[in-house]
């Protein structure tokens, strides 16, 4: 079964280019993006890997931490990044971990319905881990995910979007609209009559009865 909004993400121990990890420690008081990709050394994930190499310091400021899950082996992995860092202009400097077991992909659910696995000669159709996105919180629970196919490469600006977002939104009586982006206003839920939304957010803003919008409370 997928993992849905709110399950506890799967704990994992696994090696990677920072060294070993344990996922939940790892996390810390951190959110974390987890995202997978097909294999090393292919070019959407070139490109993908370089984009979130270019993001580190957004991703810092969001107290943020990103693991890439790969079925390849480390060596790969560190051998792989001097490919990145050309593309990109900037070092690839966040963790990768080796997933050539799949036990992650499988416990993610990040490969596609009709996988096989030879024992030789594998190629990334093979064991095509499908573009999975996981943002998870502090709690360790499941905040958002994104999936896309093999051939469609990921819009990082949209996962920023989506985390300042979920950070935006967590745990507070609040929703963000379409297409939001920080600094516009955001919906106020009903939890809140308008007596006590408009005490905690300031004027609102009621298009409809349950559509009623404040300032963005930065």
Known sequence: MSLR??????????????????????????????????RDFTPVCTTEFGAVAQLAPEFEKRN?????VSVDSVDDHQKWK????????????????DDTDLAVAKAYDMLPADYYLPTEGRTPAHSATVRTVFIIGPD???RLTMTYPMSVGRNFAEIIRALDAVQKTDGKPLATPANWV???????????????AEAQYGPLDIKLPYLRYAKDPA
């Open 82 to 97: 001097s490919d990145i860092a050309q593309v990109a202009g900037v070092p690839a400097n966040f963790a990768m971990i």
């Open 182 to 196: 920080p600094g516009q206003d955001v919906i106020v839920a009903l939890a809140l009559d308008n007596e006590k």
């Open 5 to 38: 909004i709110n399950d506890t993400a799967p704990d994992f121990t696994a090696n990677s280019t920072e060294g070993q990890i344990r996922f939940h420690d790892w996390i810390g008081d951190s959110y974390a993006i987890v995202f997978s990709h097909p």
């Open 140 to 142: 360790k629970k499941v």
């Open 64 to 68: 943020t931490k990103v693991l890439g």
